[in-house]
Every structure is written in structure tokens, then in C-alpha cells.
């Protein structure tokens, strides 16, 4: 058993599974105020990392200006989604509205590679050490980034929601519509803010991926590998989306340990999270942390 393969493995998937956590928050923060699952959440990560690219090598712009006009892009590209593909929906049953976000994601899947092309490009040097050694360990400066962004994503959510006006509208909005619009709250303006926030903290994760790996449409399967932490944590739950993201990202890189040890099946580093989410349907479907709706006929 070689001990140091597995704390490296360990400490990359709760730096990744952070990463997983905030797009995770994004789907159960479209989910709650709208009740739609969003299948273009992968596409709003890549629509973010090549326009951050985009700033930086055609503008060329310093990183923090770029990051800075590409969140204030994915704003408006959120809020201009919603109030144009996803407003006229509503009152629609909700598959319409689902296969609507299929849509995008195709649309804007294909869009992208019409614009910036097929193959993977590098993003410009961001840091001047690539990796740098935490407990004696090597580690992507980009992921140590993406740690603290994700743990502050995580701190701002967690006060958002419980102390902010905006906050409590949409927690109001996400428990009963009907309701929230007769206490005086905008339900549109609250979907509108909510595609934007996950718009926004998408494009947070996008960026992060994209200086490691490039930019490419390979950044969208993102979106589908976060869902089974999704579904771990509970649909309707952040602290079930940040302890889903954790543990799926911990969960991959041990099945690759343990592959790359013992099995030597190949490939168990992308299967394992979804063989965790068939496990998760038939034991508990509705997640952790999830709330279990009780219909009566």
C-alpha cells in the first residue's frame, strides 16, 4: 500500500470536491427557487472559462480585471437567460421547462465551438509557481485558489441566505411561490437573481478548471459529473450540495487508488461517482439532507 499515493489522492478530492460543492450549490440554488433541475449548468461553466480567456489573451487583460468583467458577463448572462428562454415557461409543466435547459446546453455547447473551435487552448500564466508544497506534497496552485474561493462561495451563501433581504426572499419564494407573492416579493425578480448567482458562481468553477486543464467543451461533463453530488446531498439542500460535493470528489479519487493498486479495471475514477448515485437512488432518493415530499391521491 503506498500511503503517500493515498493523502495525496485524499487531500486532491477535498480540494476538487470544494470545487464540486459550489456547482453543486448552483444546481440546488436554481432548484429551490424554481423547482427546475438546470442540465445546462455544464455549459455555464464553459460559456465562463472562454470568455476569461477570451479577456485575458484578446484583451489582454491582467487576470484579476478579466476574472473581474467575466463575472460581471455570466450576471447578465444569467439574468438575461431567464427573463428570455425561462420566464415565458413558467406556469408550464416542469419537463417543458427541463427540456428547455437541455436545449441551452446544446445551443450553447455547439455555439461555443463555432466561436473559439474544437480543440482545447491553455490559459494564459496566471501565477508565477504552477504548484506549490503543502505538507510536503505537490499541489496546483489554481486548486489551492479554487479552495479558498469555494470556502468563501460557501461562507457568502451561508450568510446570503440567513441574513440578507434578497436571501430570505428567495428562501420564501423556494418554500411556497404563492405565498412570497402575496407578502410583496417580485417571484420573477427572485428567479432572475438566482440563474444569475448561479451563473456567476459557475463561471468561478469553470475558470479554475479551465487554468489547469484548458479550455475546451470537455468542461461542460462538469455539470454531470457534479450531479450525483448533488443527489447525495439532497436537491434542495446547500449543506447537502457542499458535503455531496466533498464527498464524491474524495469518493473518485480513492476508487482511482484503489484501481490503480488492486483492480486494475481503468477508468474507475469516472464511473465511481455514478455508481454512488444508482446506490443513493435505491437506499435514500431523496439525498442526505433532502426534504421527502409526501404526495397524497
Known amino acids: 500500500m503506498d ?15 470544494a470545487l464540486y460543492g459550489v456547482v453543486a450549490m ?5 432548484y429551490k427557487a424554481s423547482q427546475v433541475v438546470n442540465f445546462a449548468q455544464g455549459e455555464f461553466l464553459l460559456v465562463g472559462a472562454w470568455m476569461c480567456w477570451w479577456f485575458l489573451t ?19 448572462f444569467g439574468i438575461i437567460l431567464q ?12 419537463i417543458s421547462v427541463i427540456m428547455a435547459t437541455i436545449g441551452m446546453g446544446i445551443f450553447f455547447q455547439a455555439l461555443m465551438k463555432w466561436i473559439f473551435g474544437v480543440f482545447a487552448k491553455p490559459f494564459p500564466p496566471v501565477f508565477t509557481a504552477e504548484r506549490v508544497s503543502v505538507l510536503g506534497l505537490e499541489v496546483q496552485t489554481a486548486y489551492l485558489l479554487s479552495l479558498g474561493i469555494s470556502v468563501a462561495i ?7 441566505f440567513r441574513y440578507s433581504r434578497h436571501g430570505l426572499a ?25 440563474w444569475a448567482i448561479s451563473a456567476v458562481v ?23 459529473k457534479v450531479f450525483p453530488a448533488v443527489i447525495l446531498g439532497g436537491l434542495d439542500s446547500i449543506l447537502g450540495a457542499v458535503l455531496g460535493g466533498l464527498i464524491v470528489g474524495v469518493l473518485e479519487n480513492l476508487a482511482q487508488y ?21 446506490l443513493i437512488l435505491l437506499i435514500k432518493p431523496y439525498g442526505l439532507f433532502g426534504t421527502r415530499n409526501i404526495e397524497r391521491i
Do not use: C, H, K
Open 3 to 17: 500511503g503517500t499515493l493515498l493523502f495525496q489522492l485524499t487531500l486532491n478530492g477535498l480540494i476538487v470536491g
Open 26 to 30: 448552483s444546481f440546488v440554488l436554481i
Open 58 to 76: 484578446e484583451w489582454q487583460l491582467p487576470f484579476v480585471i478579466g476574472f473581474l468583467f467575466t463575472l460581471v458577463f455570466m450576471t447578465l
Open 83 to 94: 427573463v428570455v428562454v425561462l420566464r415565458p415557461l413558467i406556469g408550464e409543466p416542469v
Open 154 to 160: 460557501m461562507a457568502g451563501f451561508g450568510w446570503f
Open 170 to 194: 428567495m428562501r420564501a419564494t423556494a418554500f411556497d411561490q404563492q405565498v412570497a407573492q402575496s407578502l410583496g416579493i417580485s417571484v420573477p425578480r427572485v428567479f432572475a437573481m438566482s
Open 202 to 224: 459557475s463561471a468561478v468553477a469553470g475558470v479554475t478548471v479551465g487554468m489547469v486543464n484548458g479550455v475546451s467543451s470537455a468542461l461542460s461533463f462538469y455539470g454531470i
Open 258 to 278: 484503489v484501481d490503480s493498486q488492486w483492480l486494475n479495471w481503468g477508468n474507475m475514477y469516472q464511473v465511481a461517482p455514478f455508481y454512488a448515485l444508482l
